[in-house]
Structure formats: structure tokens, C-alpha cells
């Protein structure tokens, strides 16, 4: 089966499997349900240090082929800062806070791993 493949620059070819053989307007209503469903959740977990925070997503991806749900978690950070009165967002960080950040997403690793022991049948990160 092909499914079309696609690429950012400098970065290697990736392929969506589970929409092959798929005609376009079941693709985008499989997708747009993925989006939809991921943009509706909240993190599992927060870990903070100041204006730091770190955020744990729990993800479920269902073979279209065996039916079967896989769970994965992956992570985001970002840092809060005021511009003005208005409070903001940025995924940039300052070198002094290399290892706050450096420490933080090692608390979300030991928490992914600590449920994904729990739950042997729950997938990758």
C-alpha cells in the first residue's frame, strides 16, 4: 500500500500507515477526528519549577487494521513570561534554566514510565 509521505526540511520522510488505502475524504475525517480528540483533552500531569511547567499528554491511537488502542504519552514544556501586563507563553528558555527544564522533563520521564509499568499493555512515548 502507499500512503504519501511527507517532509519538513532536514528532516526524514514520514508516513501515516494507518490511513492507507484510505480515499482523500475518509483521510481528512479520520485526521480531522484525531485532532479533534486530541485538542479536547488536558494534560495528565504538570510538573512546575517558578515559571517553568512541563506537561504530560496521554494519547490513544487505534489501528484502523486489528481495531486495537495503543496509548502513548508524549511531553511539552513552556515558560511564562509578562510582556507588559499581558502574561505569555514561549517554548524558548534561558541557559540559567537548563537544568530546571533539564530536571523537570526527568520527572515526567519517571512518571511515564511509573504508569507505563502499571499498565504493561499501554504503548510507547
Do not use: C
Not at 500512503?3 to 475525517?29: H, I, S
Not at 511531553?75 to 541557559?95: A, H, L, V
Request: no cysteine.
Amino acid at each position: 500500500m502507499f500512503t504519501k509521505p511527507f517532509a519538513l526540511p532536514g528532516l526524514p520522510r514520514v508516513t501515516r500507515p494507518e490511513l492507507a488505502g484510505l480515499e482523500t475524504d475518509k483521510r481528512k475525517q479520520v485526521m480531522n477526528t484525531q485532532n479533534n480528540n486530541s485538542a479536547n483533552t488536558a494534560p495528565v500531569q504538570t510538573f512546575r519549577d517558578g515559571a517553568i511547567s512541563v506537561r504530560v499528554w496521554k494519547r490513544e491511537h487505534k489501528n484502523a487494521e486489528t481495531g486495537n488502542t495503543s496509548i502513548f504519552y508524549s511531553i511539552d514544556m513552556k515558560r511564562g513570561y509578562k510582556q507588559g501586563d499581558i502574561w505569555k507563553n514561549t517554548s524558548s528558555i534561558n541557559g540559567k534554566d537548563a537544568l530546571r527544564v533539564a530536571n523537570l522533563f526527568t520527572q515526567a520521564n519517571d512518571w511515564i514510565v511509573q504508569q507505563q509499568q502499571s499498565s504493561p499493555a499501554q504503548g510507547g512515548q
